[in-house]
């Protein structure tokens, strides 16, 4: 089932774990002859996500998916309109989410085990506190001994293993995702989503996942919404109903290719969209235009 961007709102029944009312967010960028202007980079959205969700975000290049996520996480404030968690105002960072981007950001100088510390020691956990639930995190992601490895030691699926194992185990109540697995080779992709599947099962995270691939939309999402070309709005959710305890390959069912095609269908205009804007748009002139471009 498809729903318009109006019907978002009441998609679930009990109160959402997650919801945004009309959230706008605009910048103020400096042409090339230094005149000011303002870039709105996502306007009027609405969406509500149920507690233990795992709903998926797909649009267009430049269409402000990456800077919702920034204000989901509390690294940016709202230029209009609110963002609720457990019917709270976010209004800053905060432990009850945990990030995951597309560049693993973990420390060099640190041990697997002792990046997913790191987290936990902002919670004020005692030592051994930290060590047992690092280990019992890194098992989680499929890492069991490798506890002791630095980065540069670790493929780069190890690496965002580590990075969802350090988001998990301060026990956030939601799990945002920002591409995570752009940079990793198909295989490895693919594994990581079934994994990742199997921990939000394992959990009940509630997972909002940021992607480009239809294909990755469709195979996570019990939800995937669809968002406009820049300004980015909501424009419609599409309920995935998928029989995901079958043995057979989900991706190479009709019933896969259905739901890709009706993903399909609302993004191919708006990536239309999103090139002619591109190319009648003149090349900016700050790196801050560039960015949210």
């Known amino acids: 089932m498809t729903t318009s961007a109006a019907d978002t709102a009441a998609t679930t029944t009990a109160e959402p774990k997650l919801r945004l009312e009309g959230v706008r967010r605009a910048f103020s960028v400096r042409g090339r002859k230094g005149a000011e202007s303002t870039l709105t980079a996502l306007e009027d959205v609405t969406l509500d996500i149920a507690a233990g969700e795992f709903l998926t975000l797909v649009g267009p290049s430049g269409c402000g998916k990456s800077t919702l996520l920034d204000l989901l996480g509390g690294l940016a404030a709202p230029s209009a309109g609110r963002i609720l968690l457990d019917g709270e105002p976010v209004t800053g960072p905060g432990l009850d989410r945990g990030l995951v981007f597309q560049q693993y950001a973990l420390l060099p100088w640190r041990t697997a085990q002792g990046n997913i510390e790191f987290g936990l020691e902002a919670k004020g956990l005692p030592r051994r506190e930290r060590a047992e639930r690092a280990r019992e995190y890194l098992a989680l992601v499929g890492l069991d001994g490798f506890a002791d490895r630095y980065?540069?030691?670790?493929?780069?699926?190890?690496?965002?293993?580590?990075?969802?194992?350090?988001?998990?185990?301060?026990?956030?109540?939601?799990?945002?995702?920002?591409?995570?697995?752009?940079?990793?080779?198909?295989?490895?992709?693919?594994?990581?989503?079934?994994?990742?599947?199997?921990?939000?099962?394992?959990?009940?995270?509630t997972v909002l996942f940021i992607t480009h691939g239809i294909d990755e939309a469709v195979y996570l999402g019990r939800r995937v919404a669809v968002m406009t070309s820049r300004p980015g709005r909501i424009k419609s959710v599409i309920d995935i109903d998928l029989d995901r305890s079958a043995e057979e390959d989900l991706r190479s069912t009709p019933a896969f290719a259905h739901y890709r095609h009706l993903v399909w269908r609302e993004l191919h205009d708006e990536v239309a969209q999103a090139q002619r804007s591109e190319l009648a748009r003149p090349a900016p002139a700050s790196a801050e235009e560039a960015d949210h471009g």
Request: glycine share 6%.
């Open 151 to 205: 980065p540069h030691e670790l493929s780069g699926g190890m690496k965002q293993r580590v990075a969802i194992a350090r988001s998990l185990a301060f026990d956030p109540e939601v799990l945002l995702m920002d591409e995570p697995f752009a940079a990793l080779d198909a295989q490895t992709r693919e594994s990581l989503q079934e994994e990742l599947l199997s921990i939000q099962q394992r959990t009940g995270k």
